[in-house]
């Protein structure tokens, strides 16, 4: 039997439940927040995966992976889809529509047992891609924040999709509009993103069908957010994103808080027991890191396309023929899953290459590699966890976004930022050769970026410096804020 002590102990303690989208780039910097809260304010946390993703951490970490803390447990809910493959991450337009259509029930459901005992659920954390759970919050009366894990400038592209709409910019008249320079038109009504051609936003513009499901589903979801009244948490740094997050401020019924990047917050709390806990949802390669150290300063690109992108096999040979003809040591993180049909195709020409200069892996701790004195450059898919990630670690970068937030993001490196050179989509050898050796080589714009990249990791310690920094003191409100509120 529990002591009464440690009874009344719980009982008095703030318990929040975080839900993350069930995405790798979303579930990372969830943990991280809920790992901040748990450290830092000292909440009791309840971390909610779906149940495959459930058992994809336990392949990934162990068995024992998931038994969680006295105070930091995790559990899982469905998410309506049938079964599928382990290694691989969900179908995106049908695990949107089925969360939103089915897990209101389940997380419901789960919230009641939880409170069956103590401490009882005082916060709910939501990734904004699940704000069904803002009718769960009512309709059990408990505060709600959402939280909206990429860039902000990415949530501010969706909010205008209307407006694209409503001047008939969006839908294209047809799939021409793709190639002849449409969409290389500026959009100049988005405050805080002057300049922002349309081939920059988020990528469900490139449609020409008005009914197309994520321009609709993101677009609604913006606007249903703006409107809510619950208070927005973006991962972002202020000083990075400043007008845009103020100008989403001026749109929203709720407070909006920029906070970030989480992960050099929690940097002051390493010795926090949560620490131990990952989300990597593939077992990751360790010996990378001792490949590093036998590596000069700064001589090392990481290639890495995060979680859910997929290519080719045309681009995948012309990536990797343009690595080895640069010269230049490389890391590449190639997921089990990345290649569309065979998982193994390039030359044995390659592989003695990749013996000499490189090293690939299957997955990695990002985190570590990027913060590694070798690293001198990354290749990204610029996915908002990557960016932020080379932001903490003042490395520039080689953009190739895909779709989704990736083309916002890389206009924020290249244009906004200046510590990025953009790579075109249709890659080719000679391009990839050229753009690594302009990063790598010590020329001119390359030392640039690199110096530049230097400032803003400069300036993101400064404004995450505990326990007085801009980001810091956000939280702290946001905290306050959320335990004062009733449930919208």
Excluded at 307 to 336: C, D, H, Y
Excluded at 371 to 399: A, E, R, Y
């Amino acid at each position: 039997m529990e002591h009464p002590e440690k009874q009344r102990q719980n009982k008095n303690k703030q318990h929040v439940v975080c839900i993350p989208y069930p995405a790798q780039g979303h579930i990372t910097p969830m943990l991280m927040l809920a790992k901040l809260l748990h450290s830092h304010h000292r909440f009791h946390v309840t971390f909610v995966n779906t149940h495959h993703n459930h058992r994809r951490l336990l392949n990934s970490r162990g068995p024992t992976a998931l038994d969680g803390l006295p105070s930091f447990g995790f559990e899982s809910i469905p998410d309506g889809l049938p079964p599928s493959d382990p290694n691989k991450t969900q179908d995106i337009p049908s695990l949107s529509r089925s969360t939103n259509e089915y897990c209101y029930k389940p997380l419901k459901e789960l919230i009641e047992k939880l409170n069956e005992g103590d401490p009882k659920v005082s916060l709910i954390v939501s990734d904004c891609s699940m704000s069904f759970s803002s009718g769960v919050a009512s309709e059990l009366g408990i505060p709600l924040v959402f939280f909206w894990t990429s860039s902000a400038a990415s949530f501010l592209g969706y909010a205008h999709y209307r407006h694209l709409i409503d001047e008939s910019i969006v839908p294209l008249k047809d799939s021409s509009c793709l190639t002849n320079g449409y969409l290389e038109r500026v959009i100049d009504r988005i405050p805080g993103m002057e300049g922002v051609r349309l081939k920059d936003l988020p990528s469900f513009v490139r449609t020409t069908n008005k009914d197309e499901t994520m321009l609709n589903l993101l677009m609604y979801r913006a606007e249903k957010i703006l409107n809510s009244g619950v208070p927005i948490i973006f991962h972002t740094l202020d000083a990075l994103e400043h007008d845009i997050v103020l100008a989403i401020s001026e749109m929203a019924q709720s407070t909006v808080y920029s906070i970030g990047p989480l992960q050099l917050l929690l940097n002051h709390f390493d010795q926090d027991e949560a620490s131990s806990l990952g989300s990597n949802l593939w077992q990751e390669d360790s010996k990378c890191l001792k490949w590093l150290d036998s590596k000069e300063p700064n001589s090392v690109l990481y290639v890495n396309f995060g979680s859910i992108t997929v290519m080719n096999q045309l681009n995948i040979v012309e990536m990797a023929w343009g690595l080895a003809n640069s010269g230049k040591n490389f890391l590449w993180v190639i997921r089990p899953d990345l290649i569309i049909g065979e998982s193994s195709i390039l030359r044995q020409e390659f592989d003695q290459v990749a013996k000499e200069r490189g090293y690939l892996a299957s997955w990695c701790d990002q985190k570590s590699v990027l913060s590694h004195p070798s690293i001198g450059g990354f290749l990204t898919h610029c996915g908002w966890n990557s960016i932020l990630d080379s932001v903490s670690s003042g490395v520039p970068t080689i953009c190739w976004p895909f779709f989704a937030d990736q083309p916002t993001n890389c206009w924020l490196c290249c244009e906004k930022w200046r510590v990025g050179v953009e790579m075109d989509v249709d890659v080719r050898r000679e391009q990839v050769e050229q753009v690594v050796n302009e990063l790598m080589g010590g020329r001119v714009k390359g030392d640039t970026m690199k110096e530049r990249a230097v400032q803003l990791k400069y300036m993101s310690e400064k404004e995450t410096m505990y326990p007085y920094g801009p980001s810091f003191r956000k939280l702290e409100e946001l905290v306050s804020q959320a335990l004062n509120l009733k449930s919208n």
